[in-house]
Structure formats: structure tokens, C-alpha cells
């Protein structure tokens, strides 16, 4: 609802947004500012991600806000996974055979991962 409340952001779209990311994930991108991570959602442009991110940070369930510090540490995997996910859907892999391809390659891998890496590996996992 806070969604469709943004200007510019009609049902379809917040429909669209909501296919990309979960309620819970989405509340984190907009409670760290990640315009990027929305940029990455078919529909969405620079101007709408930042408008989301300006007009719904306000709205957001306190404590999320309260404890976004602690998700900063975590974002940087986060955002990676974030874009290797997007890559891989563009490629034209379905977003849970992606996720469950990035989720089986971080579980077999305890180091840090680039993107590139991450993408190849998950392709070949899926």
C-alpha cells in the first residue's frame, strides 16, 4: 500500500516490485538507501528508485530503522547477491532457480566472492 502511494508508482508497478524482492527486502533497500537494487527491477528508472527511497524511508517500522546500522556491515554480500540475481534473470534464468543457484553457491564457498565469480558459479550450479 505505502507503495502505490508513491508518485508515480502505480498498482502494476508495486506489483512488479513486489515480484522482485520481498516485503522484508524491500524495506531494507529502502531503509539503506540501495536506489541501485531498484534500478535493477523492470519499470523502474534512477528517478522512481530515488523517489521510493525519499518518500517511504519516513514510513518505515521504526526498529527496522533502528537496527539498519547493523545491516550496513552485511549489505555489501547483500547488494552483490542483489545484482548477481538480477544478472541471472536477465539471462533469462526464473528468480527462484537463480536464488536457489546463488544461495547453493554461497553455501559451498566461505570466502568473499566478485560478482563475475558468483555469476559464473552460479550458472553453472543452475
Request: hydrophobic content about 40%.
Amino acid at each position: 500500500l505505502h507503495l502505490i502511494n508513491v508518485n508515480s508508482v502505480g498498482p502494476r508497478t508495486a506489483l512488479t516490485i513486489l515480484s522482485s524482492l520481498s516485503p522484508r527486502e524491500l524495506e531494507q533497500v529502502i531503509a539503506n538507501g540501495q536506489t541501485q537494487v531498484l534500478k535493477t527491477i523492470k519499470g523502474i528508472g534512477d528517478k522512481a528508485a530515488q523517489r521510493i527511497v525519499l518518500e517511504l524511508q519516513g514510513k518505515l517500522r521504526p526498529e527496522l530503522l533502528a537496527s539498519s546500522d547493523a545491516m550496513v556491515a552485511s549489505s555489501g554480500t547483500q547488494s552483490v547477491d542483489q545484482e548477481a540475481l538480477a544478472a541471472l534473470t536477465k539471462l533469462g534464468i526464473g528468480k527462484p532457480t537463480a536464488e536457489k543457484a546463488v544461495a547453493r553457491v554461497r553455501k559451498g564457498h566461505t570466502g568473499e566472492l566478485s560478482l563475475e565469480a558468483l555469476i559464473k558459479q552460479a550458472l553453472q550450479a543452475s
